[in-house]
């Protein structure tokens, strides 16, 4: 069983058009995220989910619109993609998002989402 | 000066060498630390939690240098299966956040 699932894993599109990915763990955990890994590779958070509610925010253009229905999903929708949106996107999940004695601060990681812009 | 930084190498060693990777965190409240390991085209996995103390976990140990903010991983006895991009991640608590910073990796090349 997959823990951390995310689809499409590739998604080829032109510029001006709006995609959708989409995210589920039965990790049964609270918290939800959302990293972008540019072709330097560099891995940078940008949304948050703590039990639906949204707790990071990071710098990202309104173009970027995360959904949580439930806990135990997080999409992420993107409107009118650019050139530079091309990256790989992973959703994680992690137990709860507050320290806590027992909290490893470990992150389960998608397979990511590999999405090309045109 | 980024939040997390790493020399990206590659580190291109023969098997059974002693690797060390470096990397030094901007934040002095950083409160947890972690080595992840990414596989070429595969997600992030932990690789090991880096306490205080130095902890050590089969041929990987780690170390935490909290008054210098730097974190150091020693890899013994290279295996070809240790080639991957080892990643230095440092975590902020702040409210009800749990932030995780990661580095740009070190690329690790283990040549038979």
């Known amino acids: 069983d997959t823990a951390v699932s995310q689809t499409p894993k590739y998604l080829v599109t032109q510029m001006g058009n709006d995609k959708s990915i989409k995210c589920e763990q039965n990790?049964?955990?609270?918290?939800m995220y959302w990293y972008k890994q540019d072709s330097k590779k560099f891995l940078k958070i940008m949304f948050s989910?703590?039990?639906?509610?949204?707790?990071i925010n990071e710098t990202v253009p309104n173009r970027f619109s995360p959904k949580s229905p439930d806990k135990a999903h997080l999409n992420l929708h993107i409107n009118s993609l650019e050139l530079g949106d091309s990256a790989v996107y992973f959703c994680?999940?992690?137990?709860?998002?507050?320290?806590?004695?027992?909290?490893?601060?470990?992150?389960?990681f998608g397979e990511g989402s590999r999405l090309t812009v045109l | 000066r980024k939040e997390v930084e790493q020399d990206p190498g590659p580190f291109n060693v023969p098997e059974g060498a002693t690797v060390a990777f470096n990397c030094t965190y901007s934040?002095?409240?950083?409160?947890?630390f972690f080595w992840y390991r990414q596989d070429c085209r595969k997600e992030p996995k932990l690789l090991m939690s880096v306490y205080s103390s130095g902890n050590e976990d089969g041929r990987f140990t780690a170390q935490l240098n909290r008054a210098s903010q730097y974190i150091s991983l020693l890899i013994r006895d290279s295996k070809l299966s240790d080639s991957a991009t080892y990643l230095c991640?440092?975590?902020?608590?702040?409210?009800?956040?749990?932030?995780?910073?990661f580095g740009t990796g070190t690329l690790l090349a283990v040549q038979p």
């Open positions: 991640v440092v975590s902020l608590y702040g409210g009800a956040t749990n932030k995780l910073i």
């Open positions: 994680a999940s992690s137990q709860d998002s507050v320290y806590q004695a027992g909290n490893t601060g470990e992150l389960f």
């Open positions: 989910y703590n039990n639906k509610e949204l707790i």
């Open positions: 934040n002095s409240a950083s409160q947890s």
């Open positions: 990790l049964g955990h609270d918290t």
